[in-house]
C-alpha cells in the first residue's frame, strides 16, 4: 500500500517533469534547438497564474485567468522567438543554448523583481480536496496532473504525426534549406513552435504552483526535466512523457529505499547511465552520420 | 598598416608576428610583474583572481573553443583539483609537487571520463556534463572522510623554495605565484596551437567527418583535448582553494560551470586573448555593479537596497546582447577596431560578415 501511495506522488510529479520535458522536445523537434530556459518558462507561467488569480494580486477568477495566463506565455514565446531565436537562425547548436541559458538568468531575476524571493502557493478550487480508494488517498490535483498530462502529450502526439503543420515542423528541423524549397515557411513556423512551447510552459506551471509552492528558483526543476527529457531521447515526444515518469517514480522510492545522501543522486546517475550506454536515449531517433 | 615580409618558412610557424607584437606582449608582461607597486592590495587580489579565472578559461577554451566540445560541467573539474592539491599537501607532500600533481590527476580523471563521453556529442556531451557537475556535489559529500563534507576544508598558506605564500599574509608572493603558471599555461597553449595535435583540435571542431578523412583519429583527439583542458583546469581549481582559503562542496557548483562558459563566449570562442578578456568581464562586474548602484543610491536616494538576483540578471543580458551581435566576443569586437584603423580608409562593413548557414538535423539522416 505504502508502495502505491509513493507510486501515484511520483507519477504525478513525474507528470509535470514530463511536461517540462514535453517543452524542450517541442523546440527541439521543430528547430533543433535547445531551449534550457523552458524551466524558467514554467516558473514564469506559474507567477503570471498566481499574479493573475490570486486574491492578494489580481484575483480574477480561476477559469478566467487559466486562458489569459496561457495566452500570454505563447505571446512571450512568440516574441522571444521573433526578436531574440531568430537571430540566431542556421547558428549552431552550443550558441542558442548558451543563449537561452542566460535567458533563464534573465527571466529568472525579472521574476524575482516583480514578486519577490517567497515560495507562493496557486489559489485553486482543486486545492485541499482528496479522493479516498480504499484506504489509498489522492490528491486531487495530483489525479488533474495526470490526467492533463496524458491528454496533452496525446494531443501533441498527433498533432505532430497527423497534421500537415506538424509534419511541416518535423521537416524544417531535419533540413532547413529543404523546408525552403518545399514551401515551408520555416521562419513562421519556428515562432508557432515557441509560442506552443509557451503554451505548454505555462500548463505545466499551473499544474506545479496547484500542488506545491513556487519560487524563482523552482525553475531550476528545468535540470530534472532536461534529464527526463534525455533519457526518453530528445525529439520524442512519448519518450519526454515516459523519461519524466521514470525519474519522477525513481526519486521518492529512492529516498525511501536509500541512504539518505545517495537519494538524490539517482536520477542523474541514471542519467549518466543512459547516456553512456544508450547515448541517444531509450527511443532514441539517431542514425550513424554518412557522407 | 604593418606588412610583415617573410623570408624564412620559419616566419609562419613562429608564436608571434614580428619584433613589434613580441615587444608588446613584453611590455604587457613587464607591466604585470610590477603591477603589485602599481596598485594596492585590494585591487591586487581582485587580479590576482581574473587571473585565476583566466587560466580556467585558458583550460574551457581547449575544449569547447578549439575542439568545439562544449561542457557544462568544469567546475567538477575545479574542485576535484583544488580537492586533491590540499588533500596532498595536508598528507606531506610539499607544494611544488603536490601543485603539478594535482593538475595532472585531474587530467587523467577527465581523460577517463572523456572515454564514455566520446559518444556524444553536440548538445548531449553538454548535458552529461551538466550532469557531472550536480553530481560532483554530491560526491564530495558523501566522501566526507576524504573530503570534509559540507563542513569543507580549510588552508592557510603554503611553503614554496622556502617562502610562505598565502592569500592574506603575503598576497604580492601569491600574486606572482598566480601570473608565473599563468604564463607557463599560456606558452603552453601557444605552443600547443603550433603542434599537429593543436590543428587537430582544430580539425575536429571545424568538421568531424573531414578530420577523420583527413586521418585525424577523433577519439584520441577528443580524449586528449579533454585531458589537457581538465588537467588545466584543475590547476586554476587548485589556485582557486588557495585563493579563497576555505570551501566545501558549494563552492564548486553548477553556476560556476555555467559562469566559466559564459566567460570565454563573452570573451570570444576560439581565441586565447578570449578567456582572458572574459575573465576581466567576470572578474570586475561584481565590483563594477556594487560600485554602480552605490552612485545610483546616492542620485535617487534608497540607500543600500540588496537586489538578489542582480549580477545574474545583468550578466545574463551582456550575454545575450553579445550572442545575438558580437559572437565572436570581445576578442572579435577588438580585431574589428584594428583592422578598421589598420585599413584606415578602407574598411568594409560586411568584412567580418558570416557565411549564411542552415542547419541540419543530427537526428535522422
Redo the contacts between chains.
Keep these: 500500500m505504502e508502495n502505491l501511495q509513493l507510486l501515484i506522488s511520483g507519477l504525478a510529479n513525474g507528470c509535470v517533469y514530463g511536461l517540462i520535458a514535453l517543452g524542450f522536445v517541442l523546440i527541439y523537434k521543430a528547430t533543433?534547438a535547445?531551449n534550457f530556459a523552458q524551466g524558467d518558462f514554467m516558473m514564469l507561467g506559474a507567477f503570471v497564474t498566481i499574479g493573475l488569480t490570486n486574491t492578494e494580486y489580481m484575483g480574477l477568477p480561476f477559469m478566467v485567468a487559466l486562458p489569459i495566463s496561457i495566452g500570454l506565455m505563447a505571446l512571450l514565446g512568440y516574441l522571444l522567438d521573433r526578436f531574440?531565436i531568430r537571430?540566431?537562425f542556421?547558428?549552431s547548436?552550443?550558441?542558442v543554448?548558451?543563449?537561452t541559458?542566460?535567458?533563464?538568468?534573465?527571466i529568472?531575476?525579472?521574476a524575482?523583481?516583480i514578486w519577490g524571493?517567497n515560495p507562493q502557493t496557486l489559489q485553486n478550487p482543486l486545492a485541499g480536496k482528496d479522493l479516498n480508494f480504499g484506504g489509498l488517498v489522492l490528491g486531487m490535483e495530483d489525479v488533474a496532473v495526470i490526467i492533463v498530462t496524458v491528454l496533452l502529450t496525446t494531443v501533441l502526439f498527433a498533432f505532430f504525426n497527423r497534421t500537415k503543420l506538424g509534419l511541416a515542423m518535423q521537416a524544417s528541423?531535419?533540413?532547413?534549406?529543404a523546408a525552403?524549397y518545399m514551401g515551408i515557411p520555416v521562419k513562421r513556423v519556428q515562432g508557432f513552435i515557441w509560442a506552443l512551447a509557451g503554451a505548454v510552459a505555462c500548463i505545466a506551471g499551473i499544474l506545479f504552483a496547484a500542488k506545491g509552492a513556487v519560487d524563482?528558483n523552482t525553475g531550476l526543476l528545468g535540470?530534472k526535466a532536461?534529464?527526463a527529457a534525455?533519457i526518453g531521447g530528445?525529439?520524442s515526444l512519448p519518450g519526454a512523457l515516459m523519461g519524466g515518469l521514470i525519474v519522477g517514480v525513481i526519486e521518492p522510492f529512492a529516498s525511501r529505499y536509500i541512504a539518505a545522501?545517495?537519494s538524490?543522486?539517482a536520477p542523474?546517475?541514471l542519467?549518466?547511465a543512459v547516456?553512456?550506454f544508450r547515448?541517444?536515449g531509450l527511443f532514441s531517433?539517431?542514425?550513424v552520420?554518412?557522407? | 598598416m604593418r606588412i610583415v615580409f617573410k623570408t624564412d618558412y620559419m616566419q609562419d610557424i613562429r608564436p608571434w608576428k614580428d619584433g613589434f607584437q613580441l615587444s608588446l606582449y613584453l611590455i604587457l608582461l613587464a607591466i604585470a610583474v610590477a603591477a603589485p607597486y602599481l596598485l594596492d592590495i585590494f585591487y591586487l587580489g581582485e587580479l590576482t583572481n581574473v587571473l585565476i579565472w583566466a587560466i580556467a578559461g585558458l583550460g574551457l577554451m581547449v575544449l569547447t573553443g578549439h575542439t568545439g566540445q562544449a561542457s557544462l560541467g568544469h567546475a567538477a573539474f575545479l574542485a576535484i583539483g583544488c580537492y586533491s592539491n590540499v588533500i596532498l599537501i595536508e598528507q606531506g607532500v610539499p607544494f611544488i609537487i603536490a601543485f603539478p600533481l594535482a593538475g595532472l590527476l585531474t587530467g587523467v580523471i577527465g581523460a577517463t571520463i572523456a572515454i564514455p563521453a566520446l559518444r556524444l556529442h553536440g548538445i548531449y556531451l553538454a548535458i552529461f556534463t551538466l550532469a557531472l557537475s550536480i553530481l560532483m556535489d554530491d560526491v564530495i559529500v558523501l566522501s566526507e572522510p576524504i573530503t570534509g563534507g559540507v563542513a569543507g576544508k580549510y588552508i592557510a598558506g603554503v611553503d614554496l623554495l622556502g617562502l610562505t605564500i598565502d592569500r592574506w599574509g603575503t598576497p604580492i608572493l601569491f600574486y606572482w605565484l598566480t601570473l608565473a603558471i599563468t604564463v607557463i599555461v599560456t606558452l603552453g597553449y601557444i605552443n600547443l596551437l603550433r603542434t599537429s595535435l593543436g590543428r587537430s583540435f582544430i580539425a575536429v571542431r571545424d568538421s568531424e567527418v573531414s578530420a577523420q578523412a583527413m586521418g585525424v583519429d577523433i577519439a584520441k583527439t577528443k580524449t586528449v583535448s579533454f585531458g589537457l583542458s581538465c588537467m588545466v583546469t584543475g590547476w586554476a581549481g587548485a589556485l582557486m582553494g588557495l585563493y579563497s582559503g576555505a570551501f566545501n562542496n558549494e563552492t564548486f557548483s553548477v553556476v560556476i560551470s555555467i559562469q566559466l562558459l559564459m566567460m570565454i563566449v563573452i570573451g570570444g570562442l576560439g581565441s586565447i586573448h578570449g578567456a582572458f578578456f572574459g575573465a576581466v568581464v567576470i572578474g570586475f562586474l561584481p565590483q563594477f555593479l556594487s560600485i554602480a548602484k552605490e552612485n545610483v543610491s546616492a542620485v535617487f536616494g534608497g540607500g543600500s537596497v540588496a537586489i538578489p538576483g542582480l549580477e545574474f540578471g545583468i550578466f545574463g543580458m551582456i550575454l545575450i546582447l553579445f550572442i545575438l551581435f558580437e559572437p565572436m566576443g570581445l576578442y572579435g569586437r577588438w580585431l574589428k577596431i584594428r583592422t578598421f584603423f589598420e585599413l584606415f580608409p578602407f574598411y568594409r562593413k560586411d568584412m567580418f560578415k558570416r557565411q549564411k548557414s542552415y542547419l541540419k538535423t543530427e537526428r535522422l539522416r
Design positions: 533543433e535547445v531574440v537571430q540566431m542556421g547558428e547548436q552550443v550558441a543554448v548558451i543563449l541559458i542566460s535567458l533563464g538568468f534573465v529568472r531575476f525579472v524575482g523583481l524571493h528541423s531535419q533540413n532547413q534549406l525552403y524563482p535540470i532536461f534529464a534525455v530528445f525529439g545522501g545517495y538524490q543522486v542523474y546517475a542519467l549518466l547516456l553512456v547515448p541517444h531517433q539517431v542514425r552520420k554518412k557522407v
